[in-house]
Structures are given as C-alpha cells and as structure tokens.
C-alpha cells in the first residue's frame, strides 16, 4: 500500500489541455517542499503536460496540532 503524504486528494479525470480528453492518473507525480508536480500524457492525442498543486506545509501542521 502506498505511503504517500498527499496534499488531500489526488487529482484523475484531468482533462488534456489539447484536446479534451479526460486522463485517468499522472503518470508521474513529484513531491517538493510545499508543492506537488504531476505528469499528465494524454492517450488519445499524446499531448503532455505538467499540473502543479501547491499547498500549504504550515497550515497543514496547526492542523495536526490542533487535532
Ligand atoms: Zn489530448
């Protein structure tokens, strides 16, 4: 099973920035400081391109402590 410190939800279903089409998963997903990179490559078109989410490493820590 997969032990990654996801940013609260894994995005699937992106649509190609080309063309349209949904695209089930990255195909590769980097983890940085503060931020995740994720690799889409479209099946239907081969387009590929890259979504980063950021996210909020402070915030997430008050969360912990507080919980
Ligand atoms: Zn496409």
Do not use: V
Request: glycine share 8%; with cysteine.
């Amino acid at each position: 099973m997969a032990q990654m410190d996801e940013p609260g939800y894994l995005p699937h279903g992106n649509p190609c920035a080309q063309c349209g089409k949904p695209i089930a998963a990255p195909d590769w997903i980097e983890r940085s400081p503060g931020r995740w990179s994720y690799l889409w490559t479209c099946r239907a078109c081969g387009y590929r391109f890259e979504a980063i989410a950021f996210y909020d490493e402070a915030k997430r820590e008050q969360k912990a402590m507080a919980a």
